[in-house]
């Protein structure tokens, strides 16, 4: 099975048309039913369970058979869930580069790019700074979302899904037990896409590898990992001429016939990381009344670097200066290098009627950095080298968890002299099985990201040296989940708000340059955002429902450059209408379906790659265009198979669907994709 598994991959990779694909999903089907209906009893298939079952794959010693219960994802604050075998339309969603529901993000043309964000109660604050260029790091896992694992045999995930032009997106994780009290993982993800447009190649690589263990009597518990991550995209800076693209020429339905203002630029992202996060508990066995020590480590770097061999663009038959004048004519190479190290080291006190009381203090410090200075035409600095940050704070966290409530209260403030502070609240109510609530309050006050403070560039008017006022985020938001409807609100309040822009004069613009610089909105943002997600079910038919509705309101407007600094659209929807049965005497589970995308026409962020940023801008609006995405899934045991055609409407509808602007969305495509699990 495993050597046609290959050779179906091979053949994708070397043949693209559409036809094929059908033909390999018909080759990776076929096979896999004669096995089921000929090698496995049928009293080990059970499609009809919420997870589907692993009993024909796991060996039987003394008719001992490992259950689905048993093999477990744990995160960092040490919620559980089961591993989810099944094939259901939250798994179709979750099939893409992200491997997560991307509700609100839009992507750009290729696979592997940044995404713009529809929905803003998406963003996560941290009161601590980051080394920014957050257009690169969508796909960039932090400590927080990686997982540990125990299970009661080795588990194996295979991803493969193809891509734009020439590649592959790859995935491959492994888990394993050696004892009960200890757990190793293993993961590679890569990807590289051609795209389809003029200089657009991405090429990504994610590793990492990781540990869990725990003493018998739970006096020790340990979680560690390492993480390498590099991301490196083409940056064509978007087209130059929207009109060609717009015009439904058949000429430029060949996308590397229009006109880019990069053809050799690109950024790269790449760091690695090392946490762990440990506990003991001080009296020898555990009683209704528990101490612990407890400490977090957490050591990463990071290195940003943008290069464009050549300077001058062209637009037409004319060369401009895209991103102003520069101190180089070619070769731009801009580097920047961040260090992190963070410590936190606490008291945890157990009641097992009250909860558990933890009390700390941490050390953070960072050093974001250049090897050279910018001077002023007087010979002095104008523009540093670094910036160096080391901040502690004290704080506390409660957590009760009993009968139907659940609770984690967070609070921490510095006592350095760049001030931070967070206050996190959460608090969850389970009213029985089928309807639970969440609540969460968050007030923060956050430092700035570092380039937003300092930047260098070989573009002149890429350098700057800042000194910003904290960021201030009051968050209240509550979500409900029930067998009729799931809905949520949020509502944030934005003071001193950051921002970049482009401030580019009357003549820049008709220049077709951009000069994008950080800004401050000293004013507050109001943000409120209302969605809800409704299934309805005819039998075998479907039809799953989300939609999202958001206002903004700001105090005043700025002096100058956008009046209006948060843009999202009033307006997103998702609504999916699906078949889905058993075949086969129940061997082959398939679902097949149409997905309808639509948001509102708004003022969308354009996308910069000399920072990595995307910015706001008041010039030109993208939206109010249908997206039609036709699917076919279907699981035959622990494996599911997807094959979609991606916005198939385009190829007879308007060519007025961007991204970003001058940056498309996704032409038509058919993609095909798998996710097979091991169960050893």
């Not at 048309?17 to 080759?27: C, S």
């Not at 209906?37 to 080990?44: E, I, L, R, V």
């Not at 997870?51 to 744990?74: G, H, P």
């Not at 696979?111 to 920014?132: A, E, H, K, M, V």
């Amino acid at each position: 099975m495993l050597y046609h598994f290959v050779k179906i991959v091979t053949y994708i990779h070397t043949y693209r048309y559409q036809m094929r694909i059908l033909f390999f999903l018909y080759l990776l089907v076929i096979p896999s039913l004669l096995f089921s209906q000929g090698g496995a009893p049928k009293k080990n298939l059970d499609m009809n369970s919420e997870y589907s079952s692993i009993a024909d794959t796991v060996k039987k010693k003394k008719n001992l058979i490992a259950k689905i219960e048993q093999y477990q994802i744990v995160t960092i604050e040490h919620d559980t869930t089961i591993v989810d075998t099944s094939l259901t339309l939250k798994s179709d969603y979750r099939h893409n580069y992200l491997r997560r529901d991307n509700f609100g993000l839009l992507p750009f043309a290729n696979i592997g790019q940044p995404y713009n964000t529809l929905q803003y109660s998406l963003t996560n604050f941290s009161p601590f700074p980051d080394i920014g260029f957050q257009g690169k790091h969508f796909d960039f896992l932090s400590a927080e979302e990686i997982n540990y694992y125990h299970v009661a045999t080795p588990l194996t995930e295979l991803f493969f899904n193809t891509t734009m032009g020439k590649g592959q997106n790859v995935d491959s994780f492994i888990t394993l037990n050696t004892s009960k009290n200890l757990n190793f993982f293993g993961a590679y993800r890569g990807l590289r896409s051609e795209g389809k447009y003029i200089n657009q190649l991405t090429s990504v690589g994610n590793f990492r590898i990781g540990t869990s263990y725990n003493t018998t009597d739970k006096r020790y518990i340990l979680y560690l990992h390492y993480a390498y991550q590099d991301i490196l995209n083409e940056e064509n800076g978007g087209i130059t001429t929207p009109e060609d693209f717009e015009s439904g020429d058949p000429d430029f339905k060949n996308r590397q016939r229009l006109q880019v203002y990069l053809t050799d630029a690109e950024s790269f992202l790449k760091g690695n990381r090392l946490f762990f996060d440990h506990a003991f508990r001080v009296n020898p066995k555990e009683a209704s009344n528990n101490l612990y020590v407890t400490h977090q480590f957490n050591f990463e770097n990071k290195f940003f670097e943008y290069k464009q061999p050549t300077v001058l663009s062209t637009v037409g038959n004319t060369s401009v200066q895209r991103f102003g004048e520069s101190y180089v004519t070619s070769n731009i190479k801009d580097q920047t290098h961040f260090e992190k190290l963070y410590n936190k080291v606490g008291l945890t006190y157990e009641n097992m009627l009250l909860g558990k009381f933890n009390f700390f203090i941490d050390d953070y410090r960072s050093n974001y950095k250049y090897y050279r200075i910018i001077l002023d035409d007087n010979g002095e600095v104008a523009v540093n080298d670094n910036l160096y940050r080391e901040i502690n704070n004290i704080g506390a966290q409660y957590e009760y968890q009993k009968n139907k409530w659940n609770g984690r209260f967070l609070f921490t403030r510095s006592i350095t002299k760049e001030t931070i502070s967070d206050l996190d609240a959460k608090l969850k109510y389970n009213l029985n099985e089928k309807i639970q609530f969440d609540f969460r309050y968050q007030n923060i006050s956050k430092l700035p990201n570092n380039n937003y403070e300092l930047y260098q560039s070989s573009y002149i008017e890429y350098n700057w040296s800042n000194d910003f006022k904290n960021e201030k985020i009051n968050l209240l938001s509550a979500k409900i989940y029930t067998p009729w409807l799931n809905a949520e609100a949020s509502y944030t309040v934005l003071t001193d708000h950051l921002y970049f822009a482009d401030d580019a004069t009357d003549q820049q613009i008709e220049d077709h340059e951009q000069i994008v610089k950080p800004f401050q909105y000293g004013g507050t943002i109001n943000y409120l955002s209302l969605k809800a997600n409704k299934e309805f079910k005819f039998g075998k038919f479907g039809l799953d429902n989300t939609l999202l509705y958001q206002k903004i309101s700001q105090s005043d407007q700025p002096a100058e450059g956008p009046k209006q600094i948060l843009n999202v659209p009033d307006f997103v929807t998702r609504n999916t209408f699906y078949y889905s049965s058993h075949f086969f005497k129940k061997a082959l589970y398939l679902q097949t379906g149409v997905i309808f995308s639509y948001f509102t026409e708004y003022y969308g962020n354009d996308y910069n790659p000399v920072i990595a940023e995307f910015f706001v801008q008041d010039t030109k609006k993208i939206g109010n265009y249908p997206v039609f995405d036709f699917f076919l899934n279907a699981r035959i045991r622990q494996t599911r198979i997807y094959l979609k055609a991606e916005h198939f409407n385009s190829a007879f509808s308007d060519s007025n669907y961007y991204a970003a602007p001058n940056n498309p969305y996704r032409d038509f495509v058919i993609r095909f994709g798998l996710v097979w699990n091991f169960f050893q």
